[in-house]
C-alpha cells in the first residue's frame, strides 16, 4: 500500500466525510433572479450541498463578489448562500453566468439577470384584473406564475405615451423541463380590450416584449401568463416596464475590432436613432453585444454583434434586381435590411475561375427576423447554387466561380416578408481552416465538471470536428488553476474523439479558474494551415418535450477547480504485449484506499480503443481493492497503439466523487495466426473430421491451444495444440445420435497464443458443419453384369483422404476389425 499516499488524502478526508464529504453541490437559482448595474445588491442561491461553498465563479465581466455566506441555522443550511455583489455602471445587460466552488466539487450553472431599473417585487394576489397591482414605469417586476395563473399589473398613461414591456422568462434558465415556461404578454385598456399581444420575439427567443404607444389618457392592464396556462415553482420572470427604447433590430450587424460604427436602431415606435459603436475584440463565438441606449433609458437586451476583420460595406437602395446590385468586395461583409415585404436585395462581387468563398448569411444568429434563403446567379441572372437553412435556419453557400468574372449574389426572406427586424449580414471569405471541439456527455444531458481532487485527476473525451484542414490535433492549456496539469495522448489527436485528463498535485491549493483549452490543427510552420478554437460546453439549461434544447448557455472557458483529496487512488493494469483483431483481455483494476473508506466503487475505462469494447458495470466490491474489465477488440478494431486509462468513481452520502488513472499503452494488432475451414460433414451419431488450414503471419512462443466452439448441442472437439511450424489443424467432430441435424454457421476456433509470459486470445473463424439424418436402408438388389474396367482414381484432396480414413474406421468399429493409419 501507499502509505504515502493514504497519509497525504486521511486528513483532507476525515476533515470532508465529516461535514459536505464529496460530490458537485447543485445551484439551482438566485432569488431574486435579477439585479440593478450601478448598485450593490444581495440575492440568495438555493440548492443542496452548498455548505462548504468557497467561492462564487463569474463568468462574465461587470461584477464583483463583495461576499458569500454560508447560513449555519439547520433550516438552510446546505440549501442557500447568501451573496453580496457589485455591480459596476456599465455592466453588460442580461445574463452574468456563474458557479459555485466548494471544497469538494463544482455547481452547474446558474444566471442572474442584470437590468438598468430598480426591482420590485410581485405582490399577490393579483391573479385578476380587477385586483392588479399598481406598479410604476421603469421599473422591473420580479415575480412567478403558478400553474394556470395569471398576473395583471396596472399603471397609467398620458396620451402619446410611450410604454414599452419585455419578459425575461425562459432566458434566465429555471424553468422546469417539459413544459416549460413560454411566457404570453398583453396590454388590456380599461375594458379589458387587448391593445398589443406579443408571444415570441427574434432578440428574446420564446420570451415577448411589447412596444406601444398609449393611444389615450388612462390606466392600462398588462396580463402576463404562461402560453398554455402553465406554471410551477419554477416558472420565474422578470418583466422590465418603461418608457426605455425598443427597437426590433440593428445595422449593421457587425464591424472591425476597434473601429467606430454608426449603429442604426430600427422599429422603435417613436423612430429610428443612430449611435457609434467602438467594437471590442471578439468575445464567445466572435460576438459582442451592442446596447440601445437613448434619452429615455436603454433598452433590456442587447444586440448581438459580429467583431470581424472584413471589410463592411452598406446596402444602398436601390438593390432588388442584378442591374441593380450593389459593388460588394469578396473578401467582405455585406450588411443591409429587407425593407418591406416581397424585397430582394442583391451584390455584385468579382471572383477568378476557380476561386472558391464560403458565402455565411448571419440573421437568425445575431436574433434578427430574416429565414434567409441565398442565391448566387451569373452576372446575366442565371442560377448557380442556391440554399435555404443549411445554418439553422441562416444560409451558407460555398461557391466555385466557373470562370473569370462578375457573380451576384441575392438574399431575400423564404417567406416573403420584410421591415425593420428583417437585417442580415453576408460574409464572404476565402476557406479557411477550422476546427471546433467539445466534451462529450458522460450520460444523456449531463456534461462532465472539471473537479479535479488533489493528488488525483479527472478525466474527459472530446469530440473534434474539422473542416477543411485534418490531422492531428494539439491542447493547448491557458489560465489553468496552480498545480493542475493537461494530459492529451498523441495516439489520439487524430481521431474524432479523443481522452484527455486533468492532473492535480497533492499540494495543489484548493482554488478555481475559468480555463481556456484550446485545440489546434494543421502546421506550425505555415500559418495559413492552422485552426484555432476553444474547447466548448454548452449546458442545456431548460429541455423541451422530446428532449429538445429549449435554453442554453455556451461557454468557451471552463471552471476548472481543484478539490479536496479523493479517499481512494486508482491504477490501470494492461497486458505485457497486444491484444488482436477478434480478441480480447482482461484488465486489472487496482485502488489505493484510505483507511476510513471501505465501499464499493465503480471503474469504467476512460475510452476504448478504436473498435474495442468494455463492460461498462465493473466494480470493486466493498472492502475489496481489485476488479477485471473485459476488453473486446473487434474483427476490424484499428490496429494501432492507444493509450487507455480508467476512471473511479464511488458515492459518498449520495453524492459522487471521481478520479482517473494514469494512462497506460493498448496495442491492438492484426490476429498472428489465419485459419481457413473446410466443410465438414457427419451424420448423427458420427463423427468426421473438420479441416483447418494455418497460415502464420508471425512467430509466438511454445505451443498455442486451439479449441473448436460454435458445434451444435451435443456434439463436440477436443482442444489441439499448435506450433508456429504447423501447417493444418484435424479437429475430430464427434456427435451424438440426437445432435440436432442441419447445417450450424460461425463455427470458430478460440486460440490462446504464448507470448513474452502471456496468452494472447483469438477468436478465428468461420466455418460451417453439416449434420445429416441416417440414410433409410435400402431394399436388395440383383446382381448386375460386370461394368467395364474403370479408369484410374484421381489423385484426392487432403479433406477427402481424412473422410476415407474416417470411414474405414467406422466400418472397422461395426465389424470389431481394426485399421492400419
Known sequence: ????????????????????????????????????????????????????????????????????????????????????????????????????????????????????????????????????????????????????????????????DRVNIEVVGLRLGVSSSGNFFDPYLAIL???????????????????????????????????????????????????????????????????????????????????????????????????????????????????????????????????????????????GAWNGKLDKPGDIDCYKFTAKKGQVFDINVYGRRLRTAIDAVLTIRKADGGGLASNDDNRNPDSYVRFTAPADGEYIAEIRDQLRNGGPGYTYRIEATAVTPRVSATTAEIRRYVLPNFAIPQGGAHGYQMTVARQDVGGAVRMIAENLPKGVTLDHPAEWASDGTMPFVLRAAADAPLSGAWSTLNVECGDPAKPETLARA??????????????????????????VVVTNAAPFKVRLEGPKGPIVQGGGCSLKVVVERAPEYKEAINVLLLQNPPGCSSNTAAQIPKDQNETTITLNAATNAAVRMSPIAVRAFADINGRTIETCSEFIPLTVEAPFIKFEFEQAAVVQGKETPLLVKVEKRRDWDGEAEVKLVGLPAKAEAAPLKLTKDQAELVFTVKTAADTPAGTTKGVLCQVQVPLNGEQIAHSLGSGRLRVDTPPKEAPAVAAQPAAPAAAPPKPISRLEQLRLEQKARDEAAKSGGATKE
Open 1 to 160: 500500500m501507499n502509505h504515502r499516499f493514504v497519509a497525504s488524502c486521511l486528513g483532507a478526508f476525515s476533515l470532508a466525510f465529516g461535514s459536505a464529504a464529496f460530490a458537485d453541490p447543485q445551484a439551482q437559482h438566485c432569488l431574486p433572479h435579477g439585479v440593478q448595474r450601478g448598485t450593490e445588491a444581495k440575492f440568495v442561491i438555493k440548492g443542496q450541498q452548498l455548505d462548504d461553498a468557497l467561492e462564487l465563479m463569474l463568468y462574465d465581466k461587470g461584477m464583483e463578489v463583495v461576499s458569500l455566506t454560508v447560513p449555519t441555522d439547520d433550516k438552510r443550511k446546505g440549501k442557500e448562500l447568501d451573496v453580496v455583489v457589485k455591480i459596476a455602471a456599465d455592466c453588460p445587460l442580461g445574463s452574468q453566468r456563474m458557479r459555485v466552488r466548494t471544497a469538494t466539487g463544482q455547481s452547474d450553472i446558474v444566471n442572474l439577470s442584470v437590468g438598468a431599473l430598480p426591482i420590485v417585487e410581485e405582490n399577490e394576489p393579483n391573479t385578476e384584473f380587477t385586483k392588479s397591482q399598481q406598479i410604476e414605469l421603469d421599473r422591473t417586476i420580479h415575480g412567478q406564475i403558478a400553474n394556470e395563473d395569471v398576473d395583471y399589473f396596472s399603471f397609467d398613461a398620458k396620451q402619446g
Open 189 to 331: 385598456d380599461e375594458k379589458k380590450f387587448e391593445i398589443a399581444t406579443s408571444d415570441d420575439t427574434p432578440l428574446g427567443w420564446n420570451d415577448p416584449s411589447i412596444s406601444f404607444v398609449a393611444p389615450a389618457d388612462g390606466r392600462f392592464t398588462i396580463e402576463l401568463r404562461d402560453v398554455s396556462y402553465n406554471g410551477d415553482g419554477n416558472a420565474y420572470y422578470l418583466m422590465h416596464v418603461g418608457k426605455f427604447p425598443l427597437p426590433a433590430a440593428i445595422s449593421p450587424l457587425g464591424g472591425k475590432p476597434g473601429e467606430t460604427v454608426n449603429v442604426q436602431f430600427l422599429g422603435d415606435p417613436l423612430g429610428e436613432f443612430t449611435k457609434p459603436f467602438v467594437v471590442p475584440q471578439p468575445g464567445d463565438e466572435g460576438l459582442v453585444y451592442v446596447e440601445a441606449a437613448g434619452d429615455t433609458g436603454v433598452a433590456p437586451s442587447s444586440f448581438p454583434f459580429r467583431s470581424s476583420p472584413l471589410e463592411n460595406v452598406l446596402e444602398q437602395e436601390p438593390n432588388e434586381t442584378v442591374k441593380e446590385a450593389i459593388a460588394a468586395p469578396a473578401p
Open 534 to 559: 476553444a474547447l466548448s460546453q454548452e449546458p442545456m439549461l431548460v429541455r423541451g418535450r422530446n428532449a429538445e434544447r429549449m435554453w442554453t448557455e455556451r461557454q468557451e472557458r471552463m471552471p
